[in-house]
Each structure stands twice: as structure tokens, then as C-alpha cells.
Antibody, heavy 120, light 106 residues
Framework: QITLKESGPTLVKSTQTLTLTCSFSGFSLSTTGVGVGWIRQPPGKALEWLALIYSDDDKRYSPSLRSRLTITKDTSKNQVVLTMTNMDPVDTATYFC????????????WGQGTLVTVSS | EIVMTQSPATLSVSPGERATLSCRASQSVSSNLAWYQQKPGQAPRLLIYGASTRATGIPARFSGSGSGTEFTLTISSLQSKDFAVYYCQQYHDWWTFGHGTKVEIK
């Protein structure tokens, strides 16, 4: 069974850097073709893809947020970390991580998500 | 960036009726399209991938169709558990989501 779980601060201040961790089980990020992505959802709004890291350490970022995002992985710990710099209240959202499977470019399954509030 | 447009924004349907949700891509995504269901306070759940293939455990009342730029998700006979928000997502060129269709009880 594949599970993912997000962790990190629930509250950050404007201009601070957000660091979120996705801890997963049931698969390995050393398996060729596997990836872990981050997606966020502001309250009452739509989903927005942020970043994805592949097993070979290739990385993809949303063009609109590329300059603020960094995604890394620790294969031995089964973790993926997302950092987002210069946080703003508009970044208040639930942040999800999800698996991209081998030869599967959709996201399944997803973690439960973690709500991050940015205060001014 | 490929823009995904979903319609309608809200769909009011009575239990037992059919629901038809639309999703349009700003350029062709071939069949690289997925549908997700999201209930309040929950993570999205994969329903359909490859535009028409049901994910594991998804009931047959959910069906997807289309290719290129026009896609449809059909729920043949709505059950109370199906009232939720539905998102389409293209994975042809990176990943983008539509803004969702809320299916509510009429």
C-alpha cells in the first residue's frame, strides 16, 4: 500500500521561506520512472501543480513559481522536500504531495495535505 | 502553458440522474487527461486516466471520453456519495488542472 504524508509549519510570516516534507511508504524513489509531485489548493479554489522530482533527480517546476521553488529528495529516508521562498498571504493553501508512478504521468495516490497559512 | 477550462462551474443534479461534465484544453493533449473527485476536507481521488480508463476500484457509473481538446466525464446515475468537486488535469505537457465542476444536489 502506497501512502504519503505532508508535514511542516502551519503558519509562516510574509517573506519567510516555507519548507515542507513529504514522507512516503510503499514505493522507492530509486525505482526508474517514479516521481513525487507537489500540488497546492488555496481555500475554496482550484488545484495548482508546483513541482515534481523524478527518481533520476530530474526536476520540473511550475513556470510561474520556478524562481521561488526548490524540490529535493532523500531516497534513503523516503522523503521529498519542497522549499518556497518569499512567502506571501496569497500562498495560503493546502499543500499536497502525490506519487507519479512508473509510466504513469498522473498523480495517484495523494497525501492528506497540510494547510499552510501565511500571515502579513 | 496548456489551459484547462471546465464547464459548468456548478451542476445541480437529482440523485439517480445523469451528470455530464466538460473539460476543454487550450491545445491538444491527445489522451493525456485525468479526472479527479474531491470531497470537502479530503485529497483528490483519481477516477479516470488516459481520458477513458477507470482507476482501480472506481465504479462503472463513472466514464470518460474524448481526445485532443474536448473531454467529458459522465456519471450515469448519481449517488449521494458522488456529490463533490471534479477536476480534469492534463499531463501531456507538464501538469495543469481545470478550475473544477461542483456537482451539487438539486
Amino acid at each position: 500500500q502506497i501512502t504519503l504524508k505532508e508535514s511542516g509549519p502551519t503558519l509562516v510570516k510574509s517573506t519567510q521561506t516555507l519548507t515542507l516534507t513529504c514522507s512516503f511508504s510503499g514505493f522507492s524513489l530509486s525505482t526508474t520512472g517514479v516521481g513525487v509531485g507537489w500540488i497546492r489548493q488555496p481555500p475554496g479554489k482550484a488545484l495548482e501543480w508546483l513541482a515534481l522530482i523524478y527518481s533520476d533527480d530530474d526536476k520540473r517546476y511550475s513556470p510561474s513559481l520556478r524562481s521561488r521553488l526548490t524540490i529535493t529528495k532523500d531516497t534513503s529516508k523516503n522523503q521529498v522536500v519542497l522549499t518556497m521562498t518569499n512567502m506571501d498571504p496569497v500562498d495560503t493553501a493546502t499543500y499536497f504531495c502525490a506519487q507519479k508512478g512508473v509510466s504513469r504521468n498522473w498523480f495517484d495516490p495523494w497525501g492528506q495535505g497540510t494547510l499552510v497559512t501565511v500571515s502579513s | 502553458e496548456i489551459v484547462m477550462t471546465q464547464s459548468p462551474a456548478t451542476l445541480s443534479v437529482s440523485p439517480g440522474e445523469r451528470a455530464t461534465l466538460s473539460c476543454r484544453a487550450s491545445q491538444s493533449v491527445s489522451s493525456n487527461l485525468a479526472w479527479y473527485q474531491q470531497k470537502p476536507g479530503q485529497a483528490p481521488r483519481l477516477l479516470i486516466y488516459g481520458a477513458s480508463t477507470r482507476a482501480t476500484g472506481i465504479p462503472a457509473r463513472f466514464s470518460g471520453s474524448g481526445s485532443g481538446t474536448e473531454f467529458t466525464l459522465t456519471i450515469s446515475s448519481l449517488q449521494s456519495k458522488d456529490f463533490a468537486v471534479y477536476y480534469c488535469q492534463q499531463y501531456h505537457d507538464w501538469w495543469t488542472f481545470g478550475h473544477g465542476t461542483k456537482v451539487e444536489i438539486k
